[in-house]
């Protein structure tokens, strides 16, 4: 099984870069960052685990800053969004800082996307209805994949458009870094099967984890795709322990996502606490 390690990145948390080296070392196969470009002052939208809405949320750093200094910094681990918020970019400009972001860290780019969970915060850059965001990001993980393999690129679709247009560079992975689509709901699961070359589900998603697994394999197989070829990445927010990553294991599970806690010394402490579990599962 593979480990990631998904620090908060917020601005007031170790740099980027610092932690991509200490992943590297102690043995984690990737490095993943959120995205929250910003967050409405004043909103209706309940965060999913209700409760008030932590800092962390309006205080993460740029993740596509962020991963260009943690490419700088390392030469194996993966670099991955987790998720990147597609459709608050600009298509253009989207295809561009992917691309350039797989170029500069020799094709170690896994690129999670989602629609996030916050209404306000679409509805400040973005057209798109509520109802229709998965949707839009078919059509906008359509149109990079375009962007990434064409010399001269254009779509024509609902909520993306563009005239025939030349956008480089090129990703160093062809055709185009891995697309995760992280959801977890069946709307989500759906589009999963469909398109995405991994899914990337929270461990808290569900009642029984066991459930949501047979949920997708069915999503997969509906879309007549093999669900064994469809790579998971766990984002694992409930307390890790060995019993619990040999169950996801046994599932199916691809990589365990360990969701560190914020804070400088909350997170060194949790990563130091769960060190066995790397040495112990990690490939």
Same mark, same amino acid.
């Given at each position: 099984?593979?480990?990631?390690?998904?620090?908060?990145?917020?601005?007031?948390?170790? *740099?980027?870069?610092?932690?991509? !080296?200490?992943?590297?070392?102690?043995?984690?196969?990737?490095?993943?960052?959120? @995205?929250?470009?910003?967050?409405? *002052?004043?909103?209706q939208?309940?965060?999913?685990?209700?409760?008030?809405?932590?800092?962390?949320?309006?205080?993460?750093?740029?993740?596509?800053?962020?991963?260009? %200094?943690?490419a700088?910094?390392?030469?194996?681990?993966?670099?991955?969004?987790?998720?990147?918020?597609?459709?608050?970019?600009?298509?253009?400009?989207?295809?561009?800082? !992917? *691309? %350039?972001?797989?170029?500069?860290?020799?094709?170690r780019?896994?690129?999670?996307?989602?629609?996030g969970?916050?209404?306000?915060?679409?509805?400040?850059?973005?057209?798109?209805?509520? *109802?229709?965001?998965?949707n839009?990001?078919r059509? %906008?993980?359509?149109?990079?994949?375009?962007?990434?393999?064409?010399?001269?690129?254009?779509?024509?679709?609902?909520?993306?458009?563009?005239?025939?247009?030349?956008?480089?560079?090129?990703?160093?992975?062809?055709?185009?870094?891995?697309?995760?689509?992280?959801?977890?709901?069946?709307?989500?699961?759906?589009?999963?099967?469909?398109?995405?070359?991994?899914?990337?589900?929270?461990?808290?998603?569900?009642?029984d984890?066991?459930?949501?697994?047979?949920?997708?394999?069915?999503?997969?197989?509906s879309?007549?795709?093999?669900?064994?070829?469809?790579?998971?990445?766990?984002?694992?927010?409930?307390?890790?322990?060995?019993?619990?990553? @040999?169950?996801?294991?046994?599932?199916?599970?691809?990589?365990?996502?360990?969701?560190?806690?914020?804070?400088?010394?909350?997170?060194?402490?949790?990563?130091?606490?769960?060190?066995?579990?790397?040495?112990?599962?990690?490939?």
């Amino acid at each position: 099984m593979k480990i990631g390690l998904a620090p908060t990145n917020s601005d007031y948390g170790p *740099a980027t870069a610092d932690m991509a !080296v200490e992943a590297e070392q102690r043995g984690y196969d990737s490095l993943w960052v959120g @995205e929250h470009s910003h967050i409405p *002052a004043s909103r209706q939208t309940v965060h999913p685990d209700g409760g008030d809405l932590p800092q962390l949320y309006w205080h993460m750093r740029d993740p596509f800053v962020s991963l260009a %200094t943690a490419a700088a910094a390392t030469s194996k681990i993966k670099l991955a969004m987790g998720v990147c918020l597609v459709l608050e970019h600009e298509i253009l400009d989207l295809a561009k800082s !992917v *691309a %350039t972001l797989d170029e500069v860290s020799d094709g170690r780019l896994l690129f999670g996307v989602g629609v996030g969970w916050n209404r306000e915060e679409l509805a400040n850059v973005s057209n798109v209805p509520w *109802a229709q965001r998965y949707n839009a990001m078919r059509e %906008t993980v359509a149109a990079l994949r375009l962007l990434w393999t064409e010399h001269e690129a254009s779509y024509s679709g609902e909520f993306v458009n563009f005239a025939p247009s030349w956008v480089y560079p090129k990703p160093t992975q062809r055709p185009g870094p891995p697309v995760l689509v992280g959801c977890r709901g069946r709307i989500g699961m759906r589009h999963v099967a469909e398109y995405a070359d991994g899914w990337c589900p929270l461990d808290v998603g569900f009642r029984d984890v066991r459930v949501g697994m047979e949920r997708f394999r069915t999503a997969a197989e509906s879309a007549g795709r093999d669900p064994d070829g469809i790579p998971i990445s766990m984002y694992c927010y409930a307390s890790p322990d060995a019993e619990k990553l @040999e169950l996801y294991r046994e599932l199916g599970v691809e990589r365990i996502v360990l969701a560190a806690p914020d804070g400088a010394e909350r997170l060194a402490r949790y990563v130091d606490r769960n060190q066995h579990l790397v040495d112990t599962f990690a490939d």
